[in-house]
């Protein structure tokens, strides 16, 4: 079973920055796209940012300039660096990666269990 840990939320004050972390363990054969998602009260979850096998990223426009996702495969780990954060990006935080759990499996999404972001003075 592969199992995802998050960590790095907090309060943080409007401009300041911080650094979420997820982690993968458990039985994985092969990690393909990692991501991550964020939940405001009331919102729908959306997708923040995306990188894939070789390293390509997407990003939602409200991010654009001020995010920068980035993995380590070596340890199985995706990271969100956010600068210059504002109130808006209030949220809950998710990460989320396509793993391929046993050989000649099926491609399985897995979810962490989510950090809170807050950003107020």
């Known amino acids: 079973q592969v199992q995802l840990v998050e960590s790095g939320g907090g309060l943080v004050q409007p401009g300041g920055s911080l650094r979420l972390s997820c982690a993968a363990s458990g039985s994985i054969v092969s990690i393909y796209t990692m991501a991550w998602y964020r939940q405001s009260p009331g919102e729908q979850r959306e997708s923040v940012a995306t990188?894939?096998?070789?390293?390509?990223?997407n990003y939602a426009d409200s991010v654009k300039g001020r995010f920068t996702i980035s993995r380590d495969n070596s340890k199985n780990t995706v990271y969100l660096r956010m600068n210059s954060l504002k109130p808006d990006d209030t949220a809950v935080y998710y990460c989320?990666?396509?793993?391929?759990?046993?050989?000649?499996?099926?491609?399985?999404?897995?979810w962490g269990q989510g950090t809170l972001v807050t950003v107020a003075s």
């Open positions: 989320n990666m396509i793993v391929r759990p046993v050989v000649g499996g099926p491609l399985t999404a897995i």
């Open positions: 990188i894939g096998t070789f390293g390509d990223t």
